[in-house]
Every structure is written in structure tokens, then in C-alpha cells.
């Protein structure tokens, strides 16, 4: 039973009066104005009513898809656990407490789907009927009531998880997120070496490939792969021919297959609903005559009057929806496609502006953090070049003193020449003094003028120096400048960062042990059958194709062969032929319905 996590009480006020149910012998507890609680599972909710005694299947199912807004009611119906403990479909014409519902309180209910579509991605139009198979179908295959290999339950995972989770995220879904989610079936388990945590990290692996992916397309993508499973939506009847031998009849969509007893994969006889024009069942044994009518009675036996009813419902029911679906679609479903379609644009719209407004926001938090980073290189600049500017002015205050010391050089060495200059002309005016005053005053001459030459020589020298200051301070002042303009853009740039922001039933008694009923056909019309040309989702698809060859490869190699069931080795018997479920199907269909019929007796 399905987790269920929504509860709806709902009150049934129709009028009218009970029959008498002592007739029946059923539900003699209640008074006719009694009101009986009934609670009905869908596939994740629990839904609870208050009825009338006399209220009918129809009233109770329609309170049902109205709560839950499902319009594509053909598909569906409820299941109740009868007082033999078998599985059984409520009719819809019948009053509930007329039918054998097993006796609890509150009645339990199951809302199922009852007829399976050809092809999920045509036929489902609502998102809430979506979501019914979905569930329905993950539910049979984790049971392992549908058959499917390893590599495609792994795949069909990563979907399911997809369709719960929305896309991956490091931040929401760390380590142990799936460790409460029933993930693959537990065969799948037993047949390989890998622990529940490898096996997590595998699908989280193929979880990951499905970015961008809106949940209710990951369920259709789930569903589309899994309608290629050979037992999806297959009803199975234990049957015998006119010698006896025990088979299986598969009743589905498409029509009917005869399955030997120990392969439930592979039919080995087939007849679409275009071939049969009367369906009958007397006791146990059923007729369906096909509409060559050169073509003998196809007649199996059931072990059961309760089988027959069974198996009439079911062909009664997918043999119209067959039609159906090759006639133009009804006002009603139009108009539902319609809907749905629009519904499914502005949900791309919205969810295309959400990824727009997320792109958004992420990049202004990436410009953010560059400008952060960009203003951090400023200040961290700024305060290089601080320090730079410290340096330089020491240092130009240093050539400045240097340069007055220069200064005071050149003038004292100025005063030293115009002394020379002065000894020179005395000593020129001294020409007529004594040899001797001569002699000394030309030995001081010669003295001044070498230390003039020496003085000279060293303002030189120091002119030399001063030229090679001046140019360092040049270029102090042109580095201090550069500087102080990356200090003025550093201190310029902002601080403050703006981001933008349909039944069995008729109306004869119940222990009716015969029925008939005629299927409506045209006769020699052509009724078109696609599904026997028809390839898988993984031929059709590439991307998926390599993702199963993948998986393939990586599941072999942890493979326990002594776990292996006979459904694997059906599976992989199939496959190594080069048989899939359409390829299947329009072989168990060739030759005409005579010889058909004659292979089934033969079996």
C-alpha cells in the first residue's frame, strides 16, 4: 500500500431510499437512512466519504475524480478485496452494499487504472492522470509484477527520482537523501555484488543527466520506457485449450495473446481487437469469434465462472478504447488536449522565467563577488601604493637635501674661482715686484690655480652627480604621480554593489453464468494497426539506447548468474534474438485467423 499523505472527508447528502439489503445478505447492519464511511487509496492520497446506503459505484466513483480533478475517467476504476479475498472491480452501475465488499469499517476502496493506453505520450493528456500511471506502474515494477532488466530499472530510477526531487542539488540533496526511497526491485538487488549505497550513486549518476527536466516530463520519460516492458499492462488468466493444456491469457490494449505457461514474455499467439466481432462466456467456458467468419470459434476454459467475468470486462472495455482511438478524437478530448496544451505552454513560460530570474540572480551574485574581488586587488593596491608613496617622498626628500648640499658646494667652489681669479690678477699686477714677491706670489698663483683645476674637476663631478639626482627625482616624481592616479581610481571605484533583483456490468442478476455481447466494428473496414510497426522508446531514442548499453556493461560485471530468474533468462533469450515487444507482436499475428486458431488448439 502506498504511502498516502493527504486525507479528504467528503459527505454524500443524495436522497433517495435504500433497497433491502437482507436480500443480499449483505450490509443488514445499516438502516436505510444510515450513512456508511467509505475511504478510498488513489496512488498517493487517502480519500474518505460519507455515503447514502444507496448510493451506486458510478455516484462513488464520480465523487472520486471530482475531488482528485481527473477527467480521463475511461482509464480508470475501483477495486475492493471482495469476502473470498479476490481482487475485484466495483461495478458502476450497482449499488456499492449490493456488491460483495468485503465487511469493514470504514469500506476500503482502491482507485486503479483499469485499461492501459497504447502510448502514454498521445493518450494522457492530464497531469494528474499522468501522475496515476506513474505511480501505478513504478509501484508494479519495484513489486515485480512487470517484468524489467536491470539496466532499464536502473535508468527508470533516475527518472522516478527526477520526478520527485526536480533537479539536482549539491546543497539539498547531499549524502542519504534516497536512503528512504524504495528505488529498484529487490530481484535487481539480489542479482549483483553492489551494496544499496553503490547502487544509490549509480542512479544518482543517470539522476544527474536529467538536469532541466520538468518533473511531470521525467514522468512521462519514465513511462515511455516502461510501455515497452513486454508485461506492462498486460492482464494474465490461467486458461486451457480444448486438449487441456495449461496457458496463460494475456488481455491488453492491443488485443489478445496466448502465452505458454512458463513465459509470460513472449506470446506465441496473437489477435488484435480489429479481428473479433462477438465475445461470449457460458460456465466457464469462453468463446470469442473473430470476424472472418471462415475461421473457426477461438474457445479456452477458465477455472473459474468469476474468470469469465473478468476477462469479458477487460475485452469489453479495451476493445472500445482500440476503436476509439482509430476515430477522430471526441469534442470532450479536443478540448481537454487544448487545455492541457495551454496549460503546458504557461508552465514552460513560468518555468522559463523562473530560469530566467534564477539566472539573473545568480549572475548579479557572480558580479557581486568579482567586484568584491576586484575592489579587494584596489585596496590592497591602495595600500601598496600607500607605501610606495611613503618610500618616494623619503626618497625625494632625500635628493632634495642632497641637492641643497650641491648647492652650497657649487657656490663655495664659485668663491674658490673668483679668489683664483683675484690671486691671478694680483699676481699680474705684481709683475714688477721683486723676483723673489714674484717668485712666491707665482708659486701661490700656480698653487690656486691647481687647487682651482682640482675644484673644478670635483664641481664637475658633482654637477655630474647633480644631473643623476635631478633625473632619479624626474623619475620619482613621474612614478609618484602614476601611483597617486591608481590610488585616486582605487578610492574612486564604489563600495556599495547594486544587484538587480466505462463495465462488466448489466443489468441481469449476478449469478448470470453466461454472457454475450457484440463488439462494435464495421465489417471490411480496414482498421489501421501502427502498433505492429511500431519501435521501442530505446531504438527510437539514441541518447537513452547508449545509456542502456552503458548500464549493460557496468551491471554485467557485478552480475551473480546463480540469482538469475526465469524471466532473465526469457529477457535476455529475447534480446540476443533480436526480439522486442512490436516485433513480437506482428510476428504472433502473421497467417490468417484460421491458422492461428489452429496453433492454439495445437498447444
Not at 136 to 148: G, H, P, R, T, W
Request: charged share 35%.
Amino acid at each position: 500500500m502506498p504511502k498516502t499523505d493527504t486525507v479528504y472527508h467528503v459527505s454524500d447528502d443524495q436522497s433517495g431510499v435504500a433497497e433491502q439489503q437482507e436480500r443480499h445478505g449483505l450490509f443488514s447492519w445499516f438502516r436505510k437512512d444510515d450513512k456508511v464511511n467509505m475511504r478510498v487509496l488513489t496512488m498517493d492520497a487517502e480519500l474518505e466519504f460519507a455515503v447514502q446506503t444507496n448510493t451506486t459505484g458510478k455516484q462513488l466513483f464520480d465523487q472520486v475524480v471530482k475531488t482528485i480533478g481527473l477527467r480521463e475517467i475511461w482509464f480508470f476504476g475501483l477495486q475492493y478485496t471482495d469476502t473470498k479475498g479476490f481482487s475485484t472491480w466495483l461495478k458502476l452501475n450497482k449499488r456499492v452494499l449490493s456488491q460483495d465488499v468485503k465487511k469493514e469499517t470504514p469500506l476500503q476502496f482502491r482507485f486503479r487504472a483499469k485499461f492501459y493506453p497504447e502510448d502514454v505520450s498521445e493518450e494522457l493528456i492530464q497531469e494528474v492522470t499522468q501522475r496515476m500511471f506513474f505511480l501505478q506502474v513504478k509501484e508494479s515494477i519495484l513489486n515485480d509484477e512487470i517484468y524489467c532488466p536491470p539496466e532499464s530499472a536502473v535508468l527508470l530510477a533516475s527518472y522516478a527520482v527526477q520526478a520527485k526531487y526536480g533537479d539536482f542539488n549539491e546543497e539539498n540533496h547531499g549524502e542519504g537523501f534516497l536512503a528512504n526511497d524504495r528505488l529498484l526491485p529487490q530481484r535487481v538487488y539480489d542479482q549483483h555484488s553492489f551494496t544499496k549505497e553503490q547502487w544509490t550513486e549509480k542512479i544518482i549518476v543517470w539522476y544527474k543527466e536529467h538536469k532541466g527536466m520538468m518533473r511531470d516530463d521525467a514522468m512521462i520519460e519514465y513511462l515511455k520506457i516502461a510501455q515497452d516492458l513486454e508485461m506492462y499492462g498486460v492482464n494474465y488468466f490461467e486458461i486451457k485449450n480444448k486438449k487441456g493444456s495449461d496457458l496463460w491469457l494475456g488481455v491488453d490494449a492491443l488485443g489478445l495473446n496466448v502465452y505458454e505457461k512458463e513465459d509470460k514474455l513472449t506470446p506465441k499467439i496473437g489477435f488484435p481487437w480489429s479481428e473479433i466481432r462477438n465475445i461470449s462466456f457460458s460456465d466457464k467456458k469462453f468463446v470469442i469469434k473473430p470476424i472472418d467468419k471462415k475461421a473457426p470459434d477461438f474457445v479456452f476454459l477458465a477455472s473459474r465462472l468469476r474468470i469469465n467475468k473478468r476477462i469479458l470486462a477487460l475485452c469489453m472495455g479495451n476493445h472500445e478504447l482500440y476503436m476509439r482511438r482509430r476515430k477522430p478524437d471526441t469534442i470532450e478530448v479536443q478540448q481537454m488536449k487544448a487545455q492541457a496544451k495551454e496549460e503546458k505552454m504557461a508552465k514552460l513560460a513560468e518555468r522559463a522565467q523562473l530560469a530566467k530570474e534564477r539566472q539573473q540572480r545568480e549572475d548579479a551574485v557572480r558580479q557581486r563577488k568579482e567586484m568584491e574581488e576586484r575592489l579587494r586587488l584596489y585596496e590592497e593596491e591602495y595600500e601598496r601604493a600607500k607605501l610606495d608613496l611613503e618610500k618616494s617622498q623619503q626618497m625625494a626628500n632625500s635628493l632634495e637635501e642632497r641637492m641643497k648640499q650641491s648647492e652650497n658646494e657649487r657656490r663655495a667652489l664659485e668663491e674658490a674661482r673668483k679668489r683664483a681669479e683675484e690671486a691671478r690678477r694680483m699676481a699680474e699686477e705684481a709683475a714688477h715686484l721683486e723676483k723673489e714677491e714674484r717668485e712666491r706670489m707665482e708659486r701661490e698663483a700656480a698653487e690656486a690655480q691647481a687647487e682651482m683645476e682640482r675644484k673644478m674637476h670635483e664641481a664637475k663631478a658633482k654637477e655630474e652627480e647633480t644631473r643623476r639626482l635631478q633625473e632619479e627625482l624626474r623619475h620619482a616624481h613621474e612614478e609618484m604621480e602614476e601611483k597617486q592616479r591608481a590610488l585616486h581610481e582605487a578610492i574612486s571605484t564604489p563600495r556599495t554593489l547594486h544587484v538587480s533583483e466505462h463495465d462488466d456490468d448489466d443489468d441481469e442478476d449476478e449469478s448470470a453464468r453466461s454472457h454475450s455481447h457484440e463488439l462494435n466494428i464495421i465489417e471490411d473496414e480496414v482498421i489501421p494497426r501502427p502498433e505492429e510497426s511500431r519501435i521501442t522508446e530505446a531504438e527510437r531514442n539514441k541518447t537513452i539506447n547508449k545509456q542502456l548499453e552503458s548500464l549493460s556493461a557496468d551491471l554485467a560485471r557485478a552480475k551473480l548468474d546463480t540469482k538469475q530468474t526465469q524471466n532473465d533468462i526469457l529477457h535476455s533469450q529475447n534480446k540476443s534474438q533480436g526480439r522486442d515487444k512490436y516485433k513480437t507482436l506482428k510476428q504472433i499475428r502473421q497467417g490468417n485467423t484460421k491458422q492461428r486458431v489452429d496453433m492454439f488448439e495445437a498447444m
